[in-house]
């Protein structure tokens, strides 16, 4: 029930109406028994300021951020966590005491669901698929978790070499850029690939016969791969990773757990059972 003391929470973007994450966190709040409710704010262009100054007044407790403003909510934080900073991306706000501080759960999110599956990131090498906006994350991601090297591959080598730039810049992580016969060579770096990260909007509904990767050899030495890529919920590239005998995993994991560590930020740790029993709904009612 809602009353006086109930704690209000919420998402800020513009469109809004197609966010599933109302559903999710009111879903974790009512098996942890806690006081609070989870909306959807419409922010229209131009009011993020207001919308901001708004949250502020109002003493809302806690907020995500999504497109467009995961960028610009960045300004009014009083503190960016690196992760967050080096991501270019807020998509968590959290009020310390009287500070608001910016994180990114997308990048713990991704983490959480290749060791949901019982992955071990540190001193591997990963193959990172793609160059655009969510590879930076991935890459974040890669560095955050101990990763030894990645080795990027995508359609225009610039923009690897740009992401490249930027790990080297940022991280001690070794980066490589490759090109697809370098992948299909099985030279150098590649020998060490057993995780690929699928970032590329190939695949993606309705153009669901493209796979970026299409007849490559490096299926074969691949144990895990994630495609960020949910709808749908195979790919083909996911498809042709599970039939060279590989784990593929799609990007619902890491949707849910990275609204499981915004509401933990916020709300404390919550229990094991509760996270495990919400996976499982979530997935369900994602995977419809
Ligand atoms: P952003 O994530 O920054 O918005 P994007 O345009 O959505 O960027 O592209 C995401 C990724 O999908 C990029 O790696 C892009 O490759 P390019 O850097 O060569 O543009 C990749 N991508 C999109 N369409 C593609 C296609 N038809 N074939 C191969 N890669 C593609």
């Known amino acids: 029930m809602i009353t006086g003391h109930t704690a209000v929470f919420g998402v800020i973007g513009n469109p809004i109406e197609h966010t599933f994450s109302p559903f999710l966190h009111n ?3 009512k098996e942890a028994g806690l006081d609070m409710v989870y909306t959807s704010f419409h922010v229209k262009e131009g009011q993020l300021e207001n919308a901001f100054k708004g949250l502020n007044g109002l003493n809302i407790q ?22 967050a900073a080096n991501v270019g991306a807020v998509n968590t706000v959290v009020r310390e005491g009287d500070k608001f501080v910016g994180y990114n759960t ?10 949901r599956e019982g992955v071990t990131l540190e001193g591997k090498s990963v193959l990172i698929i793609g160059a655009g906006g969510v590879s930076r994350a991935v890459a974040v991601m890669c560095a955050e978790a101990g990763v030894k090297s990645v080795a990027i591959i995508n359609r225009t080598i610039e923009k690897a070499e740009i992401l490249k730039a930027f790990i080297e ?22 020998k060490e690939l057993s995780i ?25 030495q691949l144990d895990i791969a994630v495609d960020l890529i949910y709808n749908p919920g195979e790919t083909k590239f996911m498809s042709e990773v599970r039939r060279a005998g590989g784990i593929a995993v799609n990007g619902l994991g ?16 919550l229990d094991p059972s509760i996270v495990n029993k919400c996976y499982d709904v979530f997935m369900d009612k994602m995977s419809k």
Do not use: C, H
């Open 27 to 29: 879903m974790l709040a």
């Open 62 to 83: 806690g907020i995500n951020v999504t497109i467009p403003y995961k960028l610009e909510i960045m300004q009014y934080m009083d503190e960016v966590k690196t992760a």
């Open 106 to 115: 997308d990048v713990f999110g991704l983490q959480m669901s290749l060791e």
């Open 169 to 190: 810049d940022k991280y001690e992580m070794s980066a490589e850029v490759i090109t697809r016969e370098q992948l299909d060579s099985g030279e150098g770096i590649v």
């Open 196 to 220: 690929a990260i699928q970032t590329t909007s190939v695949g993606m509904s309705p153009n669901v016969e493209g796979n970026p990767l299409e007849g490559s050899s490096i299926y074969s």
């Open 254 to 269: 890491m949707l849910y757990y990275q609204g499981v560590m915004a509401f933990e930020l916020w709300q404390g740790k």
